[in-house]
């Protein structure tokens, strides 16, 4: 059985830090992209960082670039986020992907799993 469970999230003041983590099961870790997507209330799903074999650590979103960053252990199949300088509209359940292949994408139909999602919330 196939599964990603997040941890890390939660409430935090702006300018602070989290680190959201994944732990991979079920599937070959090394075989997969692995990345990070977020949704907020009433805005549409956006891809926030991947990680692939081939790619390494790519960044889609400008907002995020020098602040969010990803890197995995692959001895422990957990992929990491660890986002500083939080801002209010980082606001958002942050789900943890899965692709098989060792490219990344912004598009979330190209991620096999999906994992439940940490909620993280960044009051001004």
């Known amino acids: 059985e196939v599964q990603l469970v997040e941890s890390g999230g939660g409430l935090v003041q702006a300018g602070g830090s989290l680190r959201l983590s994944c732990a991979a099961s079920?599937?070959?870790?090394?075989?997969?992209?692995m990345g990070w997507f977020r949704q907020a209330p009433g805005k549409e799903r956006e891809g926030v960082l991947c990680?692939?074999?081939?790619?390494?650590?790519?960044t889609y979103q400008d907002s995020m670039k020098g602040r969010f960053t990803i890197y995995s252990d692959n001895a422990k199949n957990t992929v990491y986020l660890q986002m500083n300088s939080l801002k209010p509209e980082d606001t958002a359940a942050y789900y943890c992907v899965a692709g098989h292949g060792r490219h990344c994408s912004s598009s979330y139909s190209y991620y096999d799993y999906w994992g439940q999602g940490t909620q993280v919330t960044v009051s001004s």
């Open positions: 079920g599937f070959t870790f090394d075989d997969y992209a």
């Open positions: 990680i692939s074999s081939s790619d390494g650590a790519t």
